[in-house]
């Protein structure tokens, strides 16, 4: 599934990004987002605005990159 | 006393505190760089101790070498190109994994580097213990504990600094490297020994970076290689070399690289960190669950917005009243203690009434400064930020553009302009900057609170006012529409942001800020507006008109003979036939005339050409504000006219030539003149004449 379907509070691992430009992909490398990284979903797009706990840093993406980046829900 | 000088900057990411800790270390001693080549205002300034004499830059903030938007290569660029002393990596002690994955890039340029770590007492709060001692001891570095908003661990930093600039800088081998990996050491071997080839090639750059960022082709370090001899071969190696590395591991070397980095760092604080039993509720998480709700974020803003206004000018007033007395009473000191008449007049009607007028509306600028910071210092304007991402989205533009916006009310639309940098988009950006002349900037804002103040009773002001902000907005956002949907077609780029947690405001960390901002104004009353004033009293007064003309005439008659006579009443008369459909005559055409300088320049001429008119003894003396409701000339709905022009016409000198290094090209400057100009007509002339139906 995508960042945009996750629910909020939930645990997940990211995946991989689909058609991201490079720079962009850089910038969200940089930031945290490697295959197997967990986060937690803080608020989601169901309830507002995406925010994701990565590495202790609260993160907001809008919809369209949220949906670009596919993640693995926890159990 | 001779000093030995050094430079040394200030690096980080966003929100660490780089600016409190730049104040800290730096004092009053301390004024914007001006770097030829490029763009952006950085902050320069020194401190002395000792025999030391340091320079210290403080740079925007990033989170990686790898720059995408143009604050973010300025910094890069700073320090890949000048080659600092020594780094400051200011690091926010709280949110270490973070903060130390730019440290492990910066490690890699070869300078000596110490880490601030700041605000050590969230930190603790958290109930997090961090072992410095073990950081510096057992990975070798450098290290000191600070809370720059209490101004603790300054003087730590200042001997830190002292102590590593003093020591000679003879290789230190690394006690805790990055683990890349065999294969990824032997890439980045191999890329060194072609680079090496050229014996010419400067080192200008320290080779273990450039081999890590050619790793990852990435842009500017492949132009810095590009006039090597053998570039097309390197150029290949690298892609051989990444393709078989991505067969192997299924995984690219960019994501395999910032894998080692986050590592390396957990390693670290596995080692040094631990936490005590205290369990702190994370406020910023349950305040964002309702704040950045989909039902609740958009009113929670509004609201906000709401009450920054109510309590700027509901505050303000009885300081604002109180400054117009102050002014109003140095005016009736000179009118009674200078004889000689020109003198008199020079110094009443053309500096006291000129820049009388602009420094009377300080106390306003200062309130509204205040709640500015308060927002920001909450963290709230962050999240405000995310909200309208949403929202500038649908209009073509970005998140960052309401930054952008907001910046610009918040004192001056040059910096909003240059706060573009942050948007990587080349649409977006150029979007953003041909809106962002319809937001009302503090220069603005004297023009808006002379006229509501003049028209329209205290209890209505602020909701007049907060109406000129919505049209501002909604001016912004139709251009920005249209524009998108004409010659800037295509989608807007994303949206990543850091959320800092919610803080309580330190009120000496926003009187610092309101004030640094409130000194900007003052500088431009003291220098621009003076000089303007001068010269508008001179084209106002000049040339005299006989005294044989004016006999028989009564007071009106002769103010409106002296005014038409005067250099500038000409000028102001040949633009009457221009303006009259549109309700404005000469005296306002002057004053729209002179705000092309500078917006302030509007309501000091206007002072200066209302206090000129008081020849006569019979003639009260006043406040602009009450002049300007007792002129016949004036009433509701041209105050409203008036109020939309000045909104919407031609930027002043200084926003224009910023606009025009920002955009890049003539072409946009010319469009953003004459768009503003078209609309500020037309919408007025609509206005005006549906007004007085």
Known sequence: ?75 | MSYKSYTICLTGNPNVGKSSIFNNLTGLNQHVGNYPGVTIEKKEGFFVKNEYKIKVVDLPGIYSLSATSDDEIVSRNFLLEEKPDLIVDIIDASNLERNLYLYAQLKELDIPIILAMNMMDMMESNGTILDLKKLEKDFGILNVALVANKNIGTNGLIDKIIEVLSTSKNDKKEIFPIDFGEEINDFKTKIKNFILQDKNFSKSLPLDFLALSLMTEDEYTLKRISSLPNYENIVSFIKNQKNSILKKYDEEIEVIIADKIYSWIDKILESILSQNNIKKKNISETIDKIVLNKFLAIPIFAIFMYLMFKFTFTCSLPFVILFEKIIDNISKFLNNTVSIEIIRSFLVDGLVAGVGGVLGFFPLILFMFFSIAFFEDTGYMARAVFIMDRVMRKFGLHGKSFASMIIATNGCGVPALMATRTIEDKKDRLSTLLVTSFMICGAKLPIFALIIGAFFDAKSAPNIMFLMYLISIFLALGSSFLFRKTIFKGESSYFVMELPPYRIPLLKSLLLKMWQRGCQYLKKAGTIVLFVSMIIWFGLTFPKVKEANLINLSNEEIRTVKLENSFIGKIGNSFEPVLKPIGFDGKIGIALITGIFAKELVVSTLGTIYSLGEIGEDDEEGILKDKLKKDPFWNKKKAITFLIFCLIYMPCIAFASVFYKEAGELKWLLFLIFWTTFLSYIISFFVYNLLNI
């Open chain 1, 1 to 75: 599934m995508n960042l945009v379907n996750a629910k909020q509070n939930a645990f997940i691992k990211f995946v991989s990004f689909t058609n991201l430009m490079k720079d962009y992909r850089q910038k969200l490398i940089d930031l945290g987002f490697i295959p197997g990284e967990k986060m937690k979903v803080l608020t989601s797009k169901e309830d507002g605005f995406i925010t994701v706990l990565l590495r202790g840093t609260r993160l907001a993406i809008d919809n369209e990159s949220a949906s670009k980046i596919l993640v693995k829900e926890e159990k």
